[in-house]
Every structure is written in C-alpha cells, then in structure tokens.
C-alpha cells in the first residue's frame, strides 16, 4: 500500500458529483506522425479517475482517438490542468501553435516530450507545472540554458530551479525535484514499462491527478510521486499476463486506483 498522504490524492465520485466536479483535463497530444500517444494518454487518464476530457489534434487524431474513447471532446474549452507535448515533433506547426494555446490558459500543465522545447517558462506560475523528460529531453532542456551536467540529481535539481517547476526524471529509479531543491527518488519502477508509449501513459495519469486536485493546495511532489508508483504498479499487473504494451498498462491503471482509494 501506499502512505495516506498519497492515497487522499485519488477520489471516488460523491452524491453530488458530476463530470465537471471530477475535474476536466486536456490534451495537446499526438501527431500525424504520432497518433498513438492521444490514445495511450487519454485513456491513462480515464483509468486515473477524472470526470471529462477535451482534446485538440489534427483530424485523423482526432477521429482515432473518438473511436476508441467516445467519451473525450474535441476542441478547446475549459479545464483544470492541461497534458502538452506527447507525440508532438517539435516541426508541427498547428499543434505547436495549440500547445502555445494551452500553455496561456492559467492552469496546471504537465510538459511532456516535444513541448518541453516550446514553453516560456517564464510565463507561468511557479510550481503551477509538472515537467515528464526523460534523460534526453532533459539533456536538451538544460542545454538550452546553457546547462551541460551529469543526469543525476543535481542536473534535475537545476532544470526545477531554472524552470520554476516540479521535474521529473523518467527512468528505472525516477528522480522529481522542486524549485526549492528537494528531491524524491521513486523506485526501482517496474521493467515491464521498458517498451514504447509508455510515457505517454505517465502523462495521462499525472494529468489526472492534477485535475482532480486543486493545485496550490496539494504539494506537487505528492501528485508526481504517486504518478510514478501507480504507473509502476500498473505495468507489473499487466505483465503477469505476459509481455506487455503500453495500452495495456493504461487500462491497469484502474485496478491500481481501485486498489489504493482510501477507505
């Protein structure tokens, strides 16, 4: 099980509950040339618990993605936090011109792949975002600082005091640093989560969580972590079954959730 200061992370729908109430959360995911993360990391965040979806991407994606989440709505509109980047190359005019969109809309982002190049982070508020690089991304990310340092803690503690935000580092022991220099190593994360799209599903759940949790009154470290252990979680229940794709790891993300609500 996991420490009740995470577990009060994850809610069940109440009497009163409706879709809105839940939390509403966007994406800027997917590309012609990447339509897959749409669907890895909507669904992710279905599987999370939270009550709407909106989704901006090309046509095709879009189209994609409504056959096999009818449930998500397509176009702007408002929501509580934003998932950017995942599945965007950094060359796609439109849905860069959409990420830029969202990034301006005063709420939660979490800043994942292609986006993490795109944002001025000097527009947002601090500690408002969640950023998802792994080592290479955030190799570029520093780099466009003019940081060059070893991918260890002291190059994730730096992309958080450069970027004013929380950062996570993907990997088999993932590293999440805030502005303020603390550091969580969360891990040894599950080897079944070594295949393709499987960040894309981290993003959905970390979406989730921020939308269903007022940002400014949880502590953005939490909503990472607990990210990172359900998405871990996850993916060993789906190996049971056998090698495993991302896909599979998103729709697992239920039993975790289900399993971790408090009592």
Not at 37 to 66: C, D, E, W
Not at 194 to 205: E, Y
Not at 249 to 255: P, S
């Amino acid at each position: 099980m996991i420490p009740e200061r995470l577990s009060n992370l994850l809610h069940e729908p109440q009497a009163g509950d409706d879709k809105y109430s839940r939390g509403v959360l966007g994406f800027v995911t997917g590309s012609e040339r990447f339509p897959g993360a749409a669907i890895l990391g909507v669904t992710a965040a279905i599987r999370t618990g939270v009550g709407m979806i909106r989704h901006v991407a090309p046509v095709s994606v879009t189209n994609l993605l409504l056959e096999v989440r009818p449930e998500s709505v397509a176009g702007f509109g408002r929501a509580q936090a934003w998932v950017l980047g995942s599945g965007v190359p950094v060359d796609d005019e439109v849905q860069v011109a959409n990420i830029r969109e969202a990034a301006s809309q005063n709420c939660a982002l979490v800043i994942d792949a292609g986006a993490l190049e795109l944002i001025d982070y000097s527009s947002l508020a601090p500690e408002s975002c969640i950023l998802t690089p792994h080592a290479g991304e955030l190799a570029r990310l520093l780099d466009r600082f003019g940081k060059h340092l070893d991918l260890d803690y002291e190059a994730v503690v730096a992309a958080a005091a450069i970027t004013n935000q929380v950062v996570m580092l993907k990997g088999n022991m993932t590293l999440i640093a805030d502005p303020n220099g603390e550091v969580r190593a969360v891990g040894p994360n599950s080897t079944a989560l070594a295949t393709a799209g499987t960040g894309d599903v981290l993003a959905g759940i970390v979406g989730s969580l921020l939308a269903t949790n007022s940002v400014g009154e949880q502590n953005l470290l939490d909503v990472a972590e607990l990210a990172v252990l359900i998405h871990s979680e996850a993916a060993t229940r789906a190996a049971e079954s056998g090698p495993v794709a991302a896909l599979d790891v998103a729709e697992q993300v239920r039993t975790v959730v289900r399993d971790w609500m408090p009592a």
